[in-house]
């Protein structure tokens, strides 16, 4: 037997904001997250602008001595995901089986800072007093074992690391294992933060970012003529999905249903997409959900804002959804968001969440003249009213990896 | 020796998140102050760095409360 499977909480950190509202009512108004960067001195650096999360405490969320021992990428995912079990209402301990709730906070990198810091102290102190600490913080799959260890989750736990598809992998993931019986209840999303002298370094050398460092907040602009490159954010997205059975027994309140999942390799090369990959991933979601590629009404695009990025998923979508491509709408919220790497896919289903939920589709701002070949409806710079009831998104990583999500407005 | 569990004192304040009343001589890293191993090893190295001495791994198994760090200290610098 299939289980019916729901997302009954969520919950964000990102440059946009830390609760929901904030967050929706800032991508709803079209407003940019991205600044020049402040963390660190970036004058010798071709891109010095980021989606950062400021003003952020970790001590306000996480007791002092965990908060020491977590890499930010952790103390973001730990924030999202308490936010989203209370905004779930359930209380692991007291309402369920634990064994029956699994973690899977995925991220793309991992504990990049933590590595930065002991590598430096490696350097300049010797190998002695390179801190016991340094690998439980870095590894990438701590995200998942702080979040099952904090709230006593012992049910399947488990981390994706995709590159940027890691996020929508997370939540595709735990829909099958809850739809399969593994589970009732996955804590689900990814989280980043890779805003750091080798992380910008490295992607500034992969000439993968956008270097519009004196307008910032036009800096990202996805399926723009005049688009240079990504922008990076950080932050994290973490959804709550549950059985049906299991929401409705505690009457929870039920944003959608997830019903289609999607993953594929594009067996091609390590950064460079190849549109048959996307195509296939999303073949293969719309399959899953059975549904007609018509019904789709939203696509929350991976449209990072690179060059051949955003043209690529152009194409894949007109050979996955043929003629409805042309009507469907699509925006990419990194126009906004920054690219949150493999906390993307979090973020966005978090997104694609709050749209069918609220009638409301997120533009793409930045969208002032569109790429001849990037010719479909991306929502321009106006948040655009809509009944939604199905909802797509892609999220495509280095390495070729494909991952995407379908979710519906729920009906019982 | 107020010194030296004053400096302890801070350390083991700032590394363990423990109250100041809670750092007695008589507190044991693991069992009152909540330590695990590796806290422990992180501890040492700070010592270390503190009171610039080196304390053998051998020496660090067989501490395991606030009064014998500050005995350790006070014998080796």
């Known amino acids: 037997m299939k289980h019916r499977v729901v997302v009954t909480g969520m919950g964000v950190v990102t440059a946009l904001g830390k609760d929901l509202d904030t967050f929706w009512n800032n991508i709803t108004n079209g407003k940019s997250g991205v600044s020049h960067i402040e963390s660190f001195d970036v004058s010798e650096y071709p891109t010095q602008i980021a989606a950062s999360v400021k003003d952020f405490n970790p001590e306000d969320y996480i007791d002092r001595k965990e908060a020491r021992k977590m890499d930010r990428f952790v103390q973001f995912a730990v924030t999202a995901a308490s936010s989203a079990l209370r905004d779930s209402g359930l209380n692991i301990a007291e309402d369920t089986d634990p064994e029956r709730v699994g973690v899977m906070i995925g991220s793309g990198i991992g504990g990049l800072g933590t590595w930065e810091d002991q590598h430096n102290i490696l350097l300049q102190k010797g190998p002695k007093r390179v801190s016991p600490f340094f690998i439980p913080m870095m590894i990438a799959n701590m ?34 294992l809850i739809q399969r019986g593994d589970a009732d209840v996955m804590i689900c999303g990814g989280a980043e933060a890779t805003i750091r002298p080798t992380g910008l370094a490295g992607f500034c050398s992969m000439r993968a970012m956008s270097t519009r460092n004196d307008e910032p907040e036009k800096a990202s602009r996805p399926f723009d003529s005049g688009r240079d490159g990504f922008v990076m954010g950080e932050g994290s997205g973490v959804l709550i999905l549950e059985s049906l059975e299991h929401a409705q027994k505690r009457g929870a309140k039920i944003y959608a249903e997830v019903i289609g999942y999607g993953l594929s390799g594009d067996a091609h090369h390590m950064t460079e997409p190849d549109p048959n990959g996307p195509e296939r991933c999303m073949k293969m979601a719309i399959r899953d959900a059975g549904i007609d590629p018509n019904e789709i009404d939203y696509i929350n695009a991976h449209g990072t804002s690179t060059p051949v990025g955003d043209r690529s998923e152009t194409i894949a979508i007109k050979r996955a959804l043929g003629d409805h491509a042309y009507k469907v709408a699509i925006s990419s919220t990194k126009s906004m968001t920054g690219h949150l790497l493999g906390a993307a896919g979090g973020v966005e289903g978090v997104i694609c ?23 479909l409806d991306y929502v321009p710079d106006e948040a655009r009213q809509c009944d939604v009831q199905v909802a797509m998104s892609n999220s495509f990583g280095f390495g070729g990896h494909n991952a995407t999500i379908i979710l519906k407005k729920f009906e019982a | ?24 001589l008589e507190a044991s890293f693991k069992d009152d102050l909540g330590a695990d191993s590796l806290d422990v ?33 006070q014998s080796h610098t």
């Open chain 2, 41 to 73: 090893v992180e501890l040492v190295m700070e010592l270390e760095d503190e009171f610039d001495l080196e304390i053998s791994d051998e020496d660090a198994e067989k501490i395991t409360t606030v009064g014998e760090v500050v005995n350790y200290i």
């Open chain 2, 1 to 24: 020796m107020s010194d030296v569990l004053d400096r302890v004192k801070r350390i083991v304040v700032d590394r363990l998140g423990a109250d100041e009343a809670e750092v007695t």
């Open chain 1, 143 to 176: 995200a998942s074992g702080h979040v099952s260890i904090l709230f006593g989750a012992k049910g399947p736990n488990s981390t994706a690391v995709t590159a940027c598809a890691t996020g929508t992998h997370s939540i595709g993931d735990s829909y099958k």
């Open chain 1, 353 to 375: 969440g709050l749209t069918l939920q609220n009638g409301v589709i997120a533009p793409t701002i930045n969208l002032d003249n569109p790429d001849p070949e990037c010719d």
